[in-house]
């Protein structure tokens, strides 16, 4: 069976979408689906490319048992749109980044992390220029979509 491909894409790709990776990698591996379902990040900009991802996000990430320290940052491409299945962006702006450079012949989904949570337009905060609460903040939401987001993908598969 041919694998479904998450993509989760922010702005920088050091704080907001290694985490989503992480924790989606994660619940994947719980639920014994880590040979179907394959999970990846990029960032909209090349602020960070080559950079693990921010120490905020690990610590607070490692406090919950997620390890994100092998992930190296990098930008989302266009040639991503043929890659991947689920292309999955944290906040509006990055949404509107990734829709301008959509190939038309995208058959795949591209919206917002968070509709998976069940609330339509809900956004990830970035938390770089904030506190640690903040980083915990990416965490909660992070781990209620992915929650959902697997949900749909299984759904998705049973169909
Ligand atoms: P991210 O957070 O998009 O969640 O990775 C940011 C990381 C870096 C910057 C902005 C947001 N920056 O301005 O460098």
Request: glycine share 10%; with cysteine; net charge negative.
């Amino acid at each position: 069976m041919k694998p479904t491909k998450v993509l989760m894409v922010c702005l920088g790709n050091i704080c907001r979408s290694p985490t989503a990776q992480g924790v989606f990698e994660s619940k994947v591996a719980e639920a014994g689906l880590a040979h179907v379902i394959e999970v990846d990040s990029a960032g909209t900009s090349n602020w960070h490319v080559g950079e693990p991802p921010d120490r905020r996000s690990q610590q607070a990430a490692l406090q919950r048992g997620y390890d994100l320290s092998a992930q190296r940052g990098r930008q989302v491409q266009r040639s991503d749109f043929e890659a991947f299945d689920y292309i999955l962006a944290m906040d509006e702006a990055n949404l509107r980044d990734l829709e301008d450079i959509k190939p038309a012949n995208f058959d795949g989904h591209l919206g917002l992390f968070l509709d998976f949570m069940g609330e339509k337009g809900a956004e990830v905060p970035d938390p770089y220029h904030g506190g640690q609460a903040g980083f915990n903040h990416v965490l909660d939401l992070v781990e209620n979509a992915s929650e959902g987001l697997l949900l749909a993908i299984k759904a998705k598969h049973a169909e």
